[in-house]
């Protein structure tokens, strides 16, 4: 994926699905979560451990989210072995983005997508991507 196509699908969105997204400060994907919600975004955290992170509802599923979402951008903070489901559930929502997040790479998950038709990222930062291209 090109900055160029990365940058249009980030100004265009406005929902992101935080999979993993925890509620301890010091974790990256509830930092990550919080750099997005203050970028304007609104975040559907998904976790089945929690009810409410960062003032938003949990959700225990993907699927559970887009009952009352519809997501944009599916941001993965799972390991490596767990994504592929995660992606697999994303699939049929058909966000314009998955991310799969620094240190995680699924290559059989993103052959999945791409044969979907479903734009996806490895290995990289949604907050860093988004910094990067100054949106």
Same mark, same amino acid.
């Given at each position: 994926?090109?900055?160029?196509?990365? %940058?249009?699908?980030?100004?265009?969105?406005? #929902?992101?699905?935080?999979? *993993?997204? @925890?509620?301890?400060?010091?974790?990256? %994907?509830? =930092?990550?979560?919080?750099?997005? &919600? %203050? @970028? *304007?975004? &609104?975040?559907?955290?998904?976790? /089945?451990? #929690?009810?409410?992170?960062? =003032?938003? !509802?949990?959700? /225990?599923?993907?699927?559970?989210?887009?009952?009352? +979402?519809?997501? +944009?951008?599916?941001?993965?903070?799972?390991? %490596?072995?767990?994504?592929?489901?995660?992606?697999?559930? $994303?699939?049929?929502? &058909?966000? !314009?983005?998955?991310?799969? &997040?620094? =240190?995680?790479?699924? +290559?059989?998950? $993103?052959?999945?997508?791409?044969?979907? =038709?479903? /734009?996806?990222?490895?290995?990289?930062?949604?907050?860093?991507? +988004?910094?990067?291209? *100054?949106?």
């Amino acid at each position: 994926m090109t900055d160029a196509e990365l %940058s249009t699908i980030l100004r265009a969105a406005r #929902v992101v699905a935080v999979v *993993g997204c @925890s509620p301890r400060p010091d974790r990256p %994907s509830h =930092g990550v979560a919080r750099y997005l &919600q %203050s @970028s *304007g975004y &609104q975040i559907v955290p998904v976790n /089945p451990g #929690v009810n409410e992170v960062l =003032g938003e !509802r949990a959700y /225990p599923t993907l699927t559970a989210a887009a009952a009352d +979402h519809v997501i +944009h951008i599916v941001d993965v903070f799972r390991r %490596s072995a767990l994504a592929g489901a995660v992606v697999d559930e $994303a699939l049929p929502l &058909q966000p !314009r983005l998955i991310v799969l &997040q620094l =240190g995680v790479i699924d +290559h059989e998950a $993103a052959a999945r997508a791409d044969a979907a =038709g479903v /734009p996806m990222i490895m290995d990289r930062c949604l907050a860093i991507e +988004h910094r990067r291209l *100054g949106i």
